[in-house]
């Protein structure tokens, strides 16, 4: 049961009543950060209705798209630089693999902290580790002593950071907003990242063309730094769950058991981020290899795919009211995975651009409506360690770029793209013909 908490005589703007944690252990959710949001007309399905009434969950929206930003461009000059270095799609694999593997290791435990920490300095914290990481790469590359080796592990230690970030962003949002407007807030955060799709790839693009690849770091420590600022601008909310969610990390497997639904959910999210999303990993090898179009090009293509998932978030934020969310989660997960397999068969840049605009729609509203559902289904006591079980589907991925890169190396980088994601498109057709409760949800 969602319950407003109205603040008592001197209480601060945004602070929430502490006694709800014990009088109400049963609640599959919290209120939100901000009372006054109560006065607030009620705006219906307007697209941007959890940002104009709660102001933490704006700071935490900022501090976001800072991040995605950063990451973006990270994402892009890793394997731009890795690509020169090498000259090897299997080297540019390796990336995606490095960087994914901690998700494999670290999502369980983090969740389990999560449940029980104090979400925002948790935030805080990995916003100050991918600051310095960043710093560390931009000082390597200036200095003229980066080699391969030093991107994977730089790759790796972001990975570690970003497993516990996008944990705990993901666990954040119903501190912040109530259960009405939850599917818009996840939406609208989903809209934010992916404009950064568009936009960070775009930059990096440029400037490795104009000024090299070290200043992408640098502009992603900025970036990050600009989070963290924003971070620090949340009210603090105390963490209801700490005091009633005691257990150990395997705690959000038996919930994932107790409820068919959200098993079905994290099966439906595994495959294509095992088979299809590696893709993006080797998208330098496109631009440069394949389309003969050179790093602006590479960001090109980008954008034409971050325009595609901001398109799709800003639909998926008006969808918080459809029915039946499960069964256009199946039906997106089959029309992405043909989406990219028609981009990776493209025998131009242009027709290239029109699938990954497709895929950017469809992955978007696939992932926006995913997020949604799973922290819907879940119990507020362990939240955080659903969630990182859910995460763990991201750490499938490494092993999908890996695999790629290696197919890559000896078939050519459009077949091995191509033949993965049709395998994953006929793999989610035959898994959700078993799925009847994400069918009825």
């Known amino acids: 049961m969602w319950r407003y908490n109205r603040p008592v005589a001197g209480q601060r703007p945004g602070a929430r009543d502490r006694r709800s944690a014990t009088a109400h252990p049963d609640d599959t959710a919290k209120p939100p950060a901000d009372p006054a949001a109560e006065t607030q007309p009620k705006l219906g399905g307007s697209i941007t209705v959890a940002l104009r ?23 892009i000059a890793l394997g731009w630089y890795m690509l020169v270095l090498t000259n090897s799609p299997l080297w540019v694999g390796l990336i995606g693999f490095a960087a994914g593997v901690p998700y494999l290791l670290i999502t369980l435990p983090a969740g389990a902290l999560i449940d029980r920490a104090d979400e925002r300095r948790v935030l805080m914290a990995t916003q100050w580790a991918a600051m310095g990481t960043a710093t560390l790469l931009a000082a390597l590359i200036l200095s003229g002593s980066a080699e391969s080796w030093h991107l994977l592990v730089a790759a790796a230690i972001n990975g570690a950071i970003m497993a516990v970030n996008g944990t705990v962003r993901q666990t954040f949002v119903p501190s912040l907003v109530p259960r009405e407007h939850l599917a818009n807030a996840v939406s609208l955060s989903s809209a934010g990242a992916n404009a950064m799709r568009i936009i960070g790839p ?10 090299g690849v070290a200043i992408c770091f640098i502009i992603q420590a900025f970036a990050l730094a600009g989070a963290l600022l924003a971070t620090m601008r949340i009210e603090p909310v105390p963490n209801e769950r700490g005091g009633i969610a005691p257990g150990g990390i395997l705690d959000g497997f038996t919930e994932v ?22 893709y993006i990993q080797l998208m330098p090898v496109f631009a440069r290899d394949v389309f003969d179009i050179g790093a602006a090009g590479l960001g090109i293509l980008m954008a034409a795919s971050g ?33 990219v397999a028609g981009f990776a068969a493209s ?10 605009f497709m895929a950017g729609i469809t992955g978007s509203i696939f992932g926006s409506l995913s997020n949604a559902l799973l922290l819907l289904l879940s119990n507020a006591r362990v939240r955080g360690r659903v969630m990182g079980v859910y995460m763990l ?5 490494p ?39 994400l069918r009825t949800t």
């Open 53 to 75: 009434l709660y102001s933490s969950f704006r700071m935490m929206w900022l501090g976001t798209v800072a991040t995605n930003l950063g990451q973006w461009m990270q994402n």
């Open 202 to 211: 775009s930059i990096a693009g440029g400037i490795i063309g104009l000024f």
């Open 257 to 278: 058991r107790r409820k068919p639904a959200i098993g079905s959910l994290m099966l439906l999210t595994a495959i294509p981020a095992t088979l299809v999303f590696p």
């Open 307 to 339: 325009v595609g998932a901001l398109t799709g978030a800003l639909v998926a934020a008006t969808m918080d009211r459809v029915e039946r969310k499960g069964l256009a989660v199946m039906i997106l997960a089959t029309v992405y995975c043909a989406a």
């Open 347 to 356: 025998p131009g840049p242009i027709l290239a651009m029109v699938g990954l």
């Open 393 to 397: 589907t991201s750490g499938f991925t």
């Open 399 to 437: 092993f999908g770029a890996l695999a790629l890169g290696a197919i890559a190396e000896r078939a050519g980088t459009p077949k091995a793209v191509t033949g993965a994601a049709l395998l994953a498109m006929v793999l989610v057709g035959l898994s959700t013909t078993r799925m009847k409760e």
